[in-house]
Nanobody, 125 residues
Framework: QVQLVESGGGLVQAGGSLRLSCAASGRTFSNYAMGWFRQAPGKERDLVAAINWNGANMDYSDSVKGRFTISRDNAKATVYLQMNNMKPEDTAVYYC??????????????????WGQGTQVTVSS
């Protein structure tokens, strides 16, 4: 059974940084793509960043491009989201996600089957 556990959320001032981590277990981590999503109150859960199986390909939502970086350490079965120059509009619950199968880059939420419990990120102005 695939399990995803996020950590690293919290409260940060605008302009600050946070690093989220997602530890995966239950299958061979390096065989699969990964993604980070976020959901603000009253809004849809949207993709923030995605990464393919070996970290060679990434994609980002326009709202975070140039500020956030997704990366992975296959030896540690962990995916990261480094968030810099944060803005109040980045406030949301952040979720780590994995597809049922596949190693390519997936930007559609429809490809993702496994989800973490979420971690709250709050950016104060």
């Amino acid at each position: 059974q695939v399990q995803l556990v996020e950590s690293g959320g919290g409260l940060v001032q605008a302009g600050g940084s946070l690093r989220l981590s997602c530890a995966a277990s239950g299958r061979t981590f390096s065989n699969y793509a990964m993604g980070w999503f976020r959901q603000a109150p009253g809004k849809e859960r949207d993709l923030v960043a995605a990464i393919n199986w070996n970290g060679a390909n990434m994609d980002y939502s326009d709202s975070v491009k140039g500020r956030f970086t997704i990366s992975r350490d296959n030896a540690k079965a962990t995916v990261y989201l480094q968030m810099n120059n944060m803005k109040p509009e980045d406030t949301a619950v952040y979720y780590c996600a994995a597809p049922y199968g596949g190693s390519s880059l997936y930007v559609s939420r429809n490809y993702y089957h496994y989800w973490g419990q979420g971690t709250q990120v709050t950016v104060s102005s």
